[in-house]
């Protein structure tokens, strides 16, 4: 017998309803489309195809069956703290380490990477059931932030720094940080945090080796206003409750079974003093002793999530995660 997948009854474009039963993301469902592996009462489908309520949808030969989701559903939410080395993907020709590989099983539905990192980029992964949260916090119109710790080879000019905030040239557009920040370092090496409302192939890796600072280390730190838990090792998950997700979603004004929302207004950002004390650079050995090291801003200077204990004693403004 065929396996049934649910979505939300829609007259609606055949990858939006494809997400929604939470086989994977937009982008993930035309892919699927292009490769063959949909069909429509019996016939391959293609790009942009819109279905009515009496389409019957396969995915690879399994029948994807929709029905109303009731409102008052709140999407599953699973933050997982990627290591470098894995793909966010189910399939990879070349066999390596995927990021699935260590989601938690959700009875009738299918983890959705909210974005992507790279395989050499660590910290923040999130993954919803929904593929309509999922496409929200992904679409350009929302200008979610995203927070990033940097690791670069060499010191930033004042003309680079300037350039990365105003707006630099890529193959694919201009790109600019919001906010660029020092972190501290010692010799060769030095750390920056930096936030953007957008999430380009490779983006921030791009943007510093435009300037003449290729990236050593890159680690996601916040979406949105949702941080890394600092007691979170890698390779490991925490699912939110539905308090805290409740919570979450109202704080970025989602609403839940919603398709479309209008962009949630910017937050407002508190004015730093004329003049402060400048942050401390890392403590010493601290770099080789820190194995989790997460650069922040606001007079944070890092956090550690593991880290030996001298090296932990050095550092006292850890912050935990923050769901307002």
């Not at 086989?23 to 490769?35: C, K, L």
């Not at 399939?91 to 990477?113: C, K, M, Q, S």
Request: hydrophobic share 35%; glycine share 8%.
């Amino acid at each position: 017998m065929a396996k049934l997948l649910t979505a939300p009854f829609a007259n609606e474009k055949l990858h939006k309803v494809l997400a929604d039963a939470g086989i994977g993301s937009r982008r993930d469902m035309e892919e699927r489309i292009a490769e063959g592996r949909i069909s429509v009462n019996g016939e391959p489908a293609h790009v942009g195809q819109r279905v009515t309520p009496s389409d019957v949808i396969r995915f690879d030969g399994r029948i994807v069956r929709r029905s109303a989701l009731e409102n008052n559903d709140v999407p599953k939410v699973l933050i997982y703290h990627k290591p470098a080395g894995e793909i966010v993907s189910k399939d990879d020709p070349e066999g390596r380490p995927t990021v699935f590989d260590h989601l938690p099983r959700i009875g009738g539905a299918r983890w959705i990477a909210v974005g992507r990192l790279d395989f050499n980029t660590e910290g923040l992964l999130l993954f919803t059931d929904s593929g309509n949260l999922a496409n929200f916090l992904m679409h350009p119109r929302h200008e979610i932030e995203r927070e990033y710790a940097v690791r670069v080879q060499g010191t930033m000019s004042p003309e680079a720094k300037d350039k990365l905030l105003k707006g630099i040239k890529l193959d694919d557009g201009i790109a600019k940080f919001t906010t660029l920040e020092e972190g501290g370092g010692k010799g060769f090496n030095r750390w920056y945090n930096v936030t953007l409302s957008e999430g380009r192939n490779r983006e921030v890796r791009r943007m510093f080796e435009a300037v003449g600072l290729p990236v050593s280390r890159l680690i996601r730190v916040k979406y949105g206003n949702l941080e890394l838990p600092s007691d979170l090792p890698r390779g490991k998950t925490r699912r939110m409750s539905t308090e805290e997700t409740e919570k979450w979603l109202d704080s970025i004004s989602y609403k839940k079974g919603m398709s479309t929302a209008p962009a949630p207004r910017a937050p407002e950002r508190t004015p730093r003093p004329a003049a402060s004390a400048p942050r401390p650079l890392l403590p010493k050995r601290a770099e080789s002793l820190v194995s989790e090291t997460l650069l922040r801003r606001s007079g944070l200077v890092v956090r550690c999530a593991a880290a030996e204990p001298e090296a932990r004693n050095n550092f006292s403004q850890t912050k935990e995660i923050e769901l307002i």
